[in-house]
């Protein structure tokens, strides 16, 4: 019995409840058999029909049809309770071409991995120079081409800790789950990291797998995590009721 509960509401029209509750099982299995054993944390998930009372303690993760916010297709931000909670937009999935289960598996994974979205990592290759790296495990591998399959249900790629680890020479340890990566901090072809220069003044911008950072907003799965770094705590907002 793992310490995290994650509750799983479906509030979409373009998916059945038996859609989704035929999902959970394979993200359950990601959670406890893949991502567990690496990250060291692990989670019960569980499915909340329409009209349930969540339970208080829950973590949530609500799919739902289309965004409610511009450009993102799956983000984070706080249950009723206070929790966290990941939302998956599954009609603005399917109208993109990308598979709604994957979305499901990196928000839910990005969310155990840093629930608060206030870990990074400072790489500081000189005296002068700086990069802190937002801590978020899917994002530089999140192209539904470099995920895997559990029981014919698509699921994200992760990263390991060992992809925040500058130390790490090319080659010398695994990187990531489908073993894509070959390299700390290497971005594979459609993914991104959010990455602040503390010596350019520009703030938190995306890195892209061509190594150069934009501001534009992605034509692909994106969320507001990195958005939220920007904002001071008290400027969060609680979700409405999602059940």
């Given at each position: 019995?793992?310490?995290?509960?994650?509750?799983?509401?479906?509030?979409?029209?373009?998916?059945?409840?038996?859609?989704?509750?035929?999902?959970?099982?394979?993200?359950?299995?990601?959670?406890?058999?893949?991502?567990a054993?690496?990250?060291?944390?692990d989670?019960?998930?569980?499915?909340?029909?329409?009209?349930?009372?969540?339970?208080?303690?829950?973590?949530?993760?609500?799919?739902?049809?289309?965004?409610?916010?511009?450009?993102?297709?799956?983000?984070?931000?706080?249950?009723?309770?206070?929790?966290?909670?990941?939302?998956?937009?599954?009609?603005?999935?399917m109208?993109?071409?990308?598979?709604?289960?994957?979305?499901?598996?990196?928000?839910?994974?990005?969310?155990?991995?840093?629930?608060?979205?206030?870990?990074?990592?400072?790489?500081q290759?000189?005296?002068?120079?700086?990069?802190?790296?937002?801590?978020?495990v899917?994002?530089?591998?999140?192209?539904?081409?470099f995920?895997?399959?559990?029981?014919?249900?698509?699921?994200?790629?992760?990263?390991?800790?060992?992809?925040?680890?500058s130390?790490?020479?090319?080659?010398?340890?695994?990187?990531?789950?489908?073993?894509?990566?070959?390299?700390?901090?290497?971005?594979?072809?459609?993914?991104?990291i959010?990455?602040?220069?503390v010596?350019s003044?520009?703030?938190?911008q995306?890195?892209?797998?061509?190594?150069?950072?934009?501001?534009?907003?992605?034509?692909?799965?994106?969320?507001?995590?990195?958005?939220?770094?920007?904002?001071?705590?008290?400027?969060?907002?609680?979700?409405?009721?999602?059940?």
């Open positions: 019995m793992a310490f995290i509960k994650v509750e799983i509401t479906n509030q979409s029209t373009v998916l059945t409840d038996v859609q989704v509750q035929t999902a959970i099982p394979a993200l359950q299995t990601q959670v406890h058999r893949d991502f054993p690496i990250w060291g944390i989670a019960d998930l569980s499915f909340l029909p329409k009209g349930t009372a969540s339970t208080p303690s829950a973590w949530m993760l609500g799919i739902f049809d289309n965004s409610d916010q511009s450009g993102a297709l799956g983000y984070h931000e706080l249950s009723p309770q206070g929790n966290p909670l990941a939302k998956v937009f599954a009609g603005s999935d109208q993109v071409g990308l598979n709604w289960t994957v979305t499901a598996s990196h928000e839910l994974l990005e969310m155990m991995a840093d629930p608060s979205i206030d870990l990074t990592v400072f790489v290759p000189n005296s002068s120079t700086g990069t802190i790296f937002a801590y978020e899917c994002d530089s591998c999140e192209s539904d081409s995920g895997y399959s559990i029981n014919g249900i698509a699921v994200s790629d992760f990263v390991f800790p060992s992809w925040f680890e130390f790490r020479s090319a080659g010398s340890t695994q990187f990531d789950y489908a073993n894509k990566i070959t390299k700390p901090f290497e971005i594979l072809s459609g993914g991104y959010g990455a602040f220069d010596t003044g520009s703030g938190w995306q890195i892209t797998s061509t190594g150069m950072p934009t501001k534009e907003a992605f034509k692909v799965r994106m969320d507001s995590r990195m958005e939220r770094r920007k904002l001071p705590r008290d400027k969060w907002r609680r979700s409405s009721p999602i059940s």
